[in-house]
């Protein structure tokens, strides 16, 4: 089964600074891989997804990331944090034919002004 | 276009008790999923409607949980009798179809279950 690795719950980062997340994936077959954010009392909102094509995936907000099959690894980046961008956020995968994502622990992002 | 739309958002009740969570998902959309988030952890789908049909509840408690999407537009989930370790946020989510995997998933606001 395919599974989701999300390092460190808590990350703190300065207004202005790199965003940085980190994902590792296990998977026998090659994955599509999501992050979604969280912000307090709302549900999750699609960051970026890497289906096919092209592994570097731009999002919204300024987010991008690069899928490392070498690696399994799928992580987040952000140039410049702002503190809008606290929030959690999650990391996920599906497999071909199925629709169940399944998601990591999650970071809880917290930006210091 | 409307959101996923879910009720009540907040629910408190003692154990043995039961309770029903309400989801109405983005029109046209044929998939709906209901996943439950517990404190400090990322959201485990519990069960996977396409149209009226269930497509995946392998990780849903059928001894206490049990859902249904009648007419394959709202869905209702049910615990009965509720346990302490069922306290979590239950989120439904919809989705257009069913692309193999790579369908992005809309999420609702989830509702807040505590168990007493």
Partial sequence: AQSVTQLGSHVSVSEGALVLLR???????????????????QGLQLLLKYTTGATLVKGINGFEAEFKKSET???????????SDAAEYFCA??????????????????VIP | EAGVAQSPRYKIIEKRQSVAFW??????????????????????????FQNNGVVDDSQLPKDRFSAER????????????????????????SSLGFSGGA??????????????
């Fill in chain 2, 23 to 48: 989801c109405n998902p983005i029109s046209g959309h044929a998939t709906l999923y209901w996943y439950q988030q517990i404190l400090g952890q990322g959201p485990k789908l519990l069960i996977q």
């Fill in chain 1, 23 to 41: 994902c590792n994936y296990s998977s026998s077959v090659p994955p599509y891989l999501f992050w979604y954010v969280q912000y307090p009392n």
């Fill in chain 1, 93 to 110: 995968v599906t497999l071909y034919g199925n629709n169940r994502l399944a998601f990591g622990k999650g970071n809880q992002v917290v």
């Fill in chain 2, 70 to 93: 009648l007419k394959g537009v709202d869905s209702t989930l049910k615990i009965q009798p509720a346990k302490l370790e069922d306290s979590a946020v239950y989120l439904c989510a």
């Fill in chain 1, 73 to 83: 690894s799928f992580h987040l980046t952000k140039p410049s944090a702002h503190m």
């Fill in chain 2, 103 to 116: 369908e992005t998933q809309y999420f609702g606001p989830g509702t807040r279950l505590l168990v007493l």
